[in-house]
T-cell receptor
Framework: RKEVEQDPGPFNVPEGATVAFNCTYS??????FFWYRQDCRKEPKLLMS???SGNEDGRFTAQLNRASQYISLLIRDSKLSDSATYLC??????????FGAGTRLFVKA | EAGVTQSPTHLIKTRGQQATLRCSPI?????VYWYQQALGLGLQFLLW???????NRGNFPPRFSGRQFPNYSSELNVNALELEDSALYLC?????????????FGQGTRLTVV
């Protein structure tokens, strides 16, 4: 089993739709979690950190479920510019940061 | 302020040769991380350097090595290149070594082994 698993997609959604991605992790000692966004042929950039209490940034909401060992990203009112690959990142402390393979999202007009 | 810079942007080598990739972190960042992004495989952790020392390495053979210089810039060396080494190599830096803070990535070096 991979340490961090994501549904590779692609997710094809119309503008304005709500879309959610899940990411599961295998190490229960994992300490911090992030979502990164990677545009085609570009470097990954931090989208948001994921806190135990959940956090929201505009149209984006991130949740952490430690009991079931997954994190989620919800995008509301999708925009064309949201088309990208979304990478789940899990840090287990003492430096071991694992990136998921990414979920591709295509938002269409 | 300059971000993470990597050079070269593209590199073409033949099988068996050696490749050297370079990375300059953001000013003030002491930790540098190297990742390999092969097609369809996502980001695979290669190496972590902090304060000039190798702190951790991923599941890659010893022919992947590197170092960090006193100015915190870093080199990744890949010896005895194989076709499967063709990938985008990304360097990232962060302010703290635990990567609990945001990591900033360079634009990568695309290595092609023919």
């Amino acid at each position: 089993r991979k340490e961090v698993e994501q549904d590779p997609g692609p997710f094809n959604v119309p503008e304005g739709a709500t879309v959610a991605f899940n990411c599961t992790y295998s190490n229960s000692a994992s300490q911090s979690f992030f979502w990164y966004r990677q545009d085609c042929r570009k470097e990954p950039k931090l989208l948001m950190s994921v806190y135990s209490s959940g956090n929201e940034d505009g149209r984006f909401t991130a949740q952490l479920n430690r009991a079931s060992q997954y994190i989620s990203l919800l995008i509301r009112d999708s925009k064309l510019s949201d088309s990208a690959t979304y990478l789940c990142v899990v840090n287990t402390g003492g430096f071991k940061t694992i990136f998921g393979a990414g979920t591709r999202l295509f938002v269409k007009a | 302020e300059a971000g993470v810079t990597q050079s070269p942007t593209h590199l073409i080598k033949t099988r068996g040769q050696q490749a050297t990739l370079r990375c300059s972190p953001i000013s003030g960042h002491t930790s540098v991380y190297w990742y390999q992004q092969a097609l369809g495989l996502g980001l695979q952790f290669l190496l972590w350097y902090d304060e000039g020392e190798e702190r951790n390495r991923g599941n890659f053979p010893p022919r992947f090595s590197g170092r960090q210089f006193p100015n915190y810039s870093s080199e990744l060396n890949v010896n005895a290149l194989e076709l499967e080494d063709s990938a985008l190599y990304l360097c990232a830096s962060s302010l703290e070594g635990s990567m609990n803070t945001e990591a900033f990535f360079g634009q990568g070096t695309r290595l092609t082994v023919v």
